[in-house]
């Protein structure tokens, strides 16, 4: 039996105990826990160099070590996701609706946790504090198993965390990390079926593809992030300048960073050079269609792999469509249903492009950057749902909720 099959055993027999805490006593726990961050910020510092030195002898890219970084306000930032669920409904318990039928059974649909959670994800060490503490407020257990790139950073984070909601009061065994680095612990979670009721992949395509194809524990599919800004050949030229530039370069590592530029012929003879040379000034390798490059003397050509490509760095691909249809059949082509925006001021071409097109979050006139769950007003979040069934977008406290029904009667028999 392996490390993970132990740690996810201890923590499902938390679970039962962990479901009856009431909303005080995990605000409680959420609350000792934020403060032991903000206590400790420079000890996980210290144990982030040592991922980070990793990292680079290893020679990850720029991306990945942003990704994997902590610094004093990137650990302050995930107490305050933690202390920002305190403010939040807690969602278990909630009469999700109720009814009487006719033999007068009244019949109520209560929300619950689900049990315990397992969270796979690489090289992102918030997504420990975010993960443990977005599965206390919703009465969940929790197993993380985190990239090797990461392991001192998570661990620290862990360790201090569950410690510090032991001490609050929470079951012992609640959260539990997977210290075994091996893939072969990514195989041991996926096949416990009966113990973690359900799996939630972070990270980039290969993982949650494997995760999906290989799980026997019922999996929600999160991340894969091939997102398009469309400017249509109705807008205006400062707004698709901010939109287009803000999507690829404000964090390009993220999984809700644009990767393709759709511009309308109409407008690409006036508006491509200037976005052009806007994304080049900040560093944007540009790879364009044959008609871009009409326009655009000096970038790459772009390939059909281009267009299916999540870079997370500052490459771009672009493209010159005819008109919005071709723009909407691209994006459910190639996107990968996560986020695509339109800039238009064009009221139809708007809502063509809200009904038609297939993803989690499309946005009209604003950046696809904003696909995340505190922006959304959900507190922290566990990940970004790509797939339709149980949670999709951003997913915050309901979404780590399942529900039963409460049948009440007076003796009624069929």
Request: a negative charge; one cysteine or more.
């Amino acid at each position: 039996m392996g490390e993970a099959t132990i740690k996810a055993k201890l923590a499902k027999k938390a679970s039962a105990e962990l479901a009856r805490l009431s909303t005080r006593e995990k605000d409680k726990v959420l609350e000792k826990m934020a403060q032991v961050l903000i206590d400790k910020w420079e000890s996980i510092v210290e144990e982030n160099i040592k991922d980070l030195d990793m990292a680079k002898k290893n020679g990850k890219s720029e991306a990945f070590i942003d990704r994997l970084m902590l610094n004093q306000d990137r650990v302050l930032a995930m107490a305050k996701g933690l202390r920002s669920l305190i403010n939040l409904n807690d969602p278990v318990g909630e009469t999700i609706g109720g009814w009487i039928r006719p033999n007068g059974m009244e019949i109520s649909q209560i929300r619950v946790p689900l049990g315990l959670v397992g969270i796979i994800y690489e090289s992102r060490p918030n997504v420990t504090a975010d993960g443990i503490g977005l599965c206390i407020k919703t009465g969940n257990a929790v197993i993380l198993r985190g990239g090797s790139d990461a392991i001192n950073s998570n661990s620290i984070i862990a360790d201090l965390m569950s410690q510090a909601a032991y001490e609050a009061g929470l079951a012992e065994g609640s959260i539990q990390l997977v210290k075994d680095t091996d893939r072969s612990s990514v195989l041991e979670l996926t096949k416990l079926n009966g113990i973690v009721d359900v799996l939630i992949p972070r990270g980039g395509p290969g993982l949650i593809k494997a995760i999906v194809e290989n799980s026997s524990v019922p999996v929600i599919e999160t991340g894969a992030g091939n997102c398009h800004v469309y400017v249509d050949g109705q807008c205006d030229h400062k707004m698709a300048l901010d939109i287009v530039v803000n999507a690829k370069v404000n964090r390009p590592g993220v999984c809700n960073a644009a990767e393709t530029l759709l511009i309308d012929r109409e407008i690409a003879p006036s508006l491509l050079p200037d976005l052009a040379s806007a994304l080049i000034e900040k560093g944007v390798e540009l790879r364009g269609c044959p008609e871009t490059l009409k326009y655009l003397k000096d970038i790459k050509p772009a390939s059909e792999e281009d267009w299916d490509e999540e870079y997370l760095s500052l490459i771009m691909a672009v493209k010159v469509v005819d008109g919005i249809d071709q723009a909407i059949d691209h994006i459910n082509r190639h996107g990968t249903g996560h986020s695509e925006a339109i800039v238009t001021s064009n009221y139809n071409n708007a809502k063509t492009f809200s009904d038609r097109v297939d993803a989690a979050a499309v946005y009209v006139n604003v950046s696809t950057r904003f696909t995340d769950g505190d922006e959304y007003g959900f507190g922290a979040e566990i990940g970004i749902s790509t797939q339709k069934l149980h949670a999709r977008g951003p997913m915050g406290l309901k979404e780590l909720t399942t529900y039963k029904y409460i049948v009440r009667g007076t003796g009624q028999i069929r």
